[in-house]
């Protein structure tokens, strides 16, 4: 039994399967699927908060990067590249979701007044459940509210465990950029989760 692939073997691997998709052999591209669609769907369910549009995330980015193989160049490895896709995608949805949402909120409620916003903060500790579910909401929200630079960069830093150099690979952004990007969005959670902290 064969033990885990170190990152080069993977990549050469990767190569492998790569060129045999590029020549139109569905199995190379079937490896390749197989491979990375735990890691796209994670990085997805934690971009869109839920496993309906995850899944979508996850088929759209692999028809995607199958259409698009030819133009996959091995600067930088497959999994980033195909994170790029995946993020893109995730994002491109939050935002069509923030717009309908936006339209709907101004049609339904002309104060724009979130229960969530005015309930108070302190929670009875012996009810658990609904602390664990209040905090899920906020942080769902605060999520939301961060820029989808920083959203991205958190992600892919503090749940995929990308370096800051593949962070900056996938968002086409430098390194001291992308530093800042996790560390506004790291200090703008801690604001909003702050007062649940009890």
Same mark, same amino acid.
């Not at 930088?76 to 709907?104: G, M, P």
């Not at 007044?113 to 459940?129: H, K, N, T």
């Not at 990308?162 to 996938?170: A, K, T, Y």
């Not at 996790?182 to 604001?191: H, N, P, Q, S, T």
């Given at each position: 039994?064969?033990?885990?692939?170190?990152?080069?073997?993977?990549?050469?691997?990767?190569?492998?399967?790569?060129?045999?998709?590029?020549?139109?052999?569905?199995?190379?591209?079937?490896?390749?699927?197989?491979?990375?669609?735990?890691?796209?769907?994670?990085?997805?369910?934690?971009?869109?908060?839920?496993?309906?549009?995850?899944?979508?995330?996850?088929?759209?980015?692999?028809?995607?990067?199958?259409?698009?193989?030819?133009?996959?160049?091995?600067?930088?490895?497959?999994? =980033?590249?195909?994170?790029?896709?995946?993020?893109?995608?995730? $994002? &491109?949805? #939050?935002? !069509?979701?923030?717009?309908? /949402?936006? *339209?709907? =909120?101004?049609?339904?409620?002309?104060?724009?007044?979130?229960? $969530? &916003?005015? #309930?108070? !903060?302190?929670?009875?500790? /012996?009810? *658990?459940?609904?602390?664990?579910?209040?905090?899920?909401?906020?942080?769902?929200?605060?999520?939301?509210?961060?820029?989808?630079?920083?959203?991205?960069?958190?992600?892919?830093?503090?749940?995929?465990?990308?370096?800051?150099?593949?962070?900056?690979?996938?968002?086409?952004?430098?390194?001291?950029?992308?530093?800042?990007?996790?560390?506004?969005?790291?200090?703008?959670?801690?604001?909003?989760?702050?007062?649940?902290?009890?």
């Amino acid at each position: 039994m064969q033990g885990p692939q170190s990152k080069e073997q993977m990549e050469d691997s990767d190569s492998v399967a790569i060129s045999l998709a590029k020549a139109g052999d569905s199995d190379g591209f079937r490896i390749l699927v197989d491979r990375y669609s735990r890691g796209v769907f994670r990085l997805a369910y934690r971009m869109m908060g839920n496993e309906f549009d995850a899944e979508d995330v996850v088929q759209e980015t692999f028809l995607r990067a199958y259409k698009q193989i030819d133009h996959y160049e091995s600067r930088s490895s497959f999994s =980033t590249w195909l994170y790029r896709i995946a993020a893109n995608y995730s $994002l &491109d949805l #939050l935002r !069509a979701r923030k717009r309908q /949402q936006e *339209r709907q =909120t101004t049609a339904t409620d002309p104060d724009g007044i979130d229960l $969530l &916003d005015v #309930l108070p !903060a302190d929670v009875p500790s /012996q009810d *658990r459940m609904h602390y664990s579910n209040q905090m899920k909401q906020h942080l769902r929200k605060a999520m939301a509210a961060l820029s989808d630079q920083e959203r991205t960069a958190f992600v892919l830093r503090h749940f995929e465990g990308l370096s800051i150099e593949e962070i900056g690979d996938v968002l086409k952004i430098g390194t001291s950029a992308t530093k800042n990007s996790i560390f506004r969005a790291v200090r703008k959670l801690r604001g909003a989760l702050e007062p649940l902290m009890v």
